[in-house]
């Protein structure tokens, strides 16, 4: 018999077919069962009526206890109003294990602690495997976008010895004869090479950061896609990033959008997300939250609740721009007409979600660069290789990286960015 995927039951009506999955569920009306049954792909009621089949055939449905695994025959009907517009009519029950104890994850209201201790069964749950596959929609659109604009992608190293970002939240191990090195908090550096031998680049891959603050929007290890152009400045810095984060939501909706409304997600919010996104500068964000009564002054940062606030004047991402250098990375470009402010922006999620964008133009100029460096208390000898690239052609270029998990959580409406990957590490958990 023919092996089908619950998803693709409907394009089977009629025909008898075989599903390979687990039980989620049960109901029993004496002489019918129900069996609600899933496979990865979809979920389908299943029907055992003990009038059309065999009493072992009977007894096996009745003996499943939830997560139990099988194989099932049946016969497909239409059903308009069952999950997927299909039933199954069931004519045999393959038991592959029944487990011997009750599947831990079996309430609505369980602990989260309890919940992430079980993360490797709670991903069985439909809820999670909802935000699973928005999860993988928002990846593919991230490489299609820089795929289909001819972006070449160059993959980034793990281990690094230069410090890409800042000293204060790096993880450190002892690197043979080398000494010390790091995990990567960004391959930024490594795509600024990149970029001056292949001009348009991008990234996909785990960073790590050393965050000791416990927040819902903090990952330890999470992914992050990056994007360098060599000769891209500021505003078409920018504008790629509008387009990215533009598509990614509007692909998403195209091909999860029963995935997002399943989990409760308000639709029509993502729906209205057009380019051009609504910009600001770091002095008139600082000026509205003082309006908006926060205690806050040129040179602090703007921290969650200030971002949520700015973000919150808007129903689109907002750009927020040129920061005092002070507060970025050592990297960034100052602003020819003042200083004081780099030539950086971060994109800020509507409804309280963060910064899922940080981006900026990257200095050029060997001594500038040196200068700053050395400013941030960082060791110039391990940056001869990225100084060596601004003497060889250099040109003023321009990236971003983005928070995959940050873009999950908004796009999927989660409360905790621990639901937005498969398996979070968190300041107090790394297990499972
Ligand atoms: O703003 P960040 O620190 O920028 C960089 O690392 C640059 N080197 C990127 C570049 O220009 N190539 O981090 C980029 C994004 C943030 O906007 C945020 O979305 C996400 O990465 N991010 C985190 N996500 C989850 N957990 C954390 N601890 C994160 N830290 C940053
Ligand atoms: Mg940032």
Redesign the pocket.
Known sequence: MKVVDISDLRSHTGEEVTIRGWLRRKRSSGKIQFLFLRDGSGFVQAIVERSSVSDSVFQNANNLKMESSVVVNGVVKVEERAPGGVELLVTDIEVVQIPEKDFPINKPDHSIDFLMDNRHLWLRTQRQTHILKIRHEIIKAVREFYNDRDFILVDTPIFTGSI??SAGNTFEIDYFDYGKAYLA????LY?EAAAMALGKVYNLGP?F?A?KSKTR????E?W?N???VAYYRHEDNIKLQEDLVSYIVHKTLERAGDDILAIGRDIDKLKKIETPFPRMTYDEAIKLLQKKGFTITWGDDIGADEETAVASEFDKPVVVEKYPKMMK?F?MQPDPERPEVVLCD??LAPEGY???????ERIYERELLIDRIKEYGLDVSSYDWYLELRDYGTVPHS?????????VAWIAGLEH?REAIPFARTLYRIHP
């Open positions: 890409g970002e908090q960004t391959g930024q795509l960073t950061r965050e929007r903090h990952l330890i999470f992050m990056e994007a360098e990375a990297y971060d994109m963060g910064e899922i964008i940080g981006a900026s990236g971003f990286g983005m928070g995959i998990e940050r873009v960015i």
